[in-house]
DNA sequence: GTCACATTGTGACGAAGTGTCAATAACGAG
DNA sequence: CTCGTTATTGACACTTCGTCACAATGTGAC
């Protein structure tokens, strides 16, 4: 039995491993140069043995999903220790994201990439209800959060909000920020001679919806430009840091 | 001279043939399917000619994803003889970019899967200017409105709204809900049982942003569901017929 | 220690797809 | 009709995916 969970968990790290490689060369060759025999190559395993884990090179990229997840919800974890508003915890978690995606910019376009048809269509089930479960766990912070600012008054009762249509609301745009700022910034587009400014974007997005919820105190009652830097000093100085000196970690 | 315009003419045909053909394809046989030789044999025309057309796969979609543009170009204009306030007009431009998800949903997944760099990163340079250049656009199009809207005072001067960024805001709802709608719905994901309305979610989610922008009148002044119907009663009737009875246009 | 059995690993291979290019065909001006 | 130009063709070289018969290694009973 023993034997067993050792055997398990070697696997464990040698599928940690491909997937390392498999970061690896994406961020070397592009996305487009991830192939399943250059994983075979740079591991010192054969293709069997690759295949034996992922059933097919989709189900790579599902598990860098999972593995992006998991490190999103460490730090949207750290939150629950911010000492602020609700409304400010909300920010917290679009100042993560933003993060997130600074930091792990290979990483991020796996996220975005899985919600590509293309993707999906070959991805197995049992890796494709992995994600789901990682990205209820995220959506779950999120619900919570908002059922808080509820209960709290911070949303007044009046605006009838439900949590789940918010949280899907500010998941949209939080999401759909992040994938037209990194197409917009690599591309002629209206918004890059209007003064685009990608680093406020979501700041300033997160804030619009958040006015719209009702969701005291509103962006004139309060700076909310400086709750921003507070969150990131207070929070995340580690990570601020490593993108100072040009870590990126994938 | 009129020999070579002739000549012109017959090669932007076959191109619309071929693109009409991976279309089709790509509806068939889902997204993976589409293949070059699948292109070449369905057509009376060679390798070689199609790719005479089309520098690679990508440029395919590239080429599908400006069609996709002239389409919703085509819908959002109607809302100028549209007889209703700035916001109601905003409105309908969601509704407009939601229809146009519901009646093309094949092109809806191409305009998607551009934002995703495995494609980006393959596409020739001149198709994807050309993608920037409809998307401008559109853009234009929403820009437009939210200046109309801050110069009739809809949206107060107080507000300080400035209009690129707040189309930037809406383009990113808009995108972010219908990648995420599509997502949610083929999944196990928290929403589905949670009793998620893919149905209403981006009237809900634009007008969030909208009370968020203080755009007059606000969601709780005036019955937004009532203008939702009206929209689709006096812009998009043909269209709607054509939903009522499946037929979908890819 | 060894033997039968179970598990895991291997890499050559077939199938499918991409993009190229020398050869061929069609065209049109003189 | 002829000849240079341009468009078209499909065989080919190359890449990649995913499979499978076989090899190697690990396991536990005796």
């Given at each position: 039995m023993n034997t067993k969970t050792r055997k398990a968990q070697?696997?464990?790290?040698?599928?940690?491993?491909?997937?390392?490689?498999?970061?690896?060369?994406?961020?070397e060759t592009g996305?487009?140069?991830?192939?399943?025999?250059?994983i075979t190559q740079r591991s010192q395993y054969s293709k069997g043995t690759v295949y034996n884990h992922f059933a097919c090179k989709e189900d790579v990229l599902c598990a860098l999903c999972c593995r992006s997840m998991r490190l999103q919800i460490e730090l949207y974890q750290r939150i629950n220790d911010f000492a602020g508003s609700t409304?400010?915890?909300?920010?917290?978690?679009?100042?993560?994201?933003?993060?997130?995606n600074r930091l792990y910019p290979t990483l991020s376009m796996v996220v975005l990439s899985m919600k590509t048809p293309n993707?999906?269509?070959?991805?197995?089930?049992?890796?494709?209800?992995?994600?789901s479960e990682h990205e209820n766990k995220i959506v779950?912070?999120?619900?919570?959060?908002?059922?808080?600012a509820v209960a709290l008054g911070d949303i007044p009762a009046s605006q009838n909000v439900d949590a789940n249509a918010a949280?899907?609301?500010?998941?949209?745009?939080?999401?759909?920020?992040?994938?037209?700022?990194?197409?917009v910034v690599h591309k002629s587009s209206k918004f890059c001679s209007a003064g685009f400014d990608s680093q406020y974007a979501l700041l300033y997005n997160v804030n619009l919806l958040c006015d719209g919820l009702n969701w005291k105190p509103l962006s004139n009652q309060q700076d909310y430009l400086a709750t921003w830097q507070r969150i990131g000093q207070e929070l995340y100085a580690k990570e601020l840091a490593m993108l100072e000196q040009n870590e990126t970690l994938y």
């Open positions: 070697e696997i464990a790290n040698r599928e940690e491993l491909l997937l390392d490689i498999a970061l690896e060369l994406m961020a996305f487009a140069g991830l192939t399943m025999d250059k409304r400010e915890k909300m920010i917290a978690m679009a100042y993560g994201y933003r993060l997130f993707i999906m269509e070959k991805t197995s089930s049992i890796r494709s209800t992995s994600v779950g912070i999120a619900v919570k959060l908002i059922e808080e949280t899907f609301a500010a998941w949209s745009m939080a999401f759909g920020t992040n994938a037209l700022s990194s197409a």
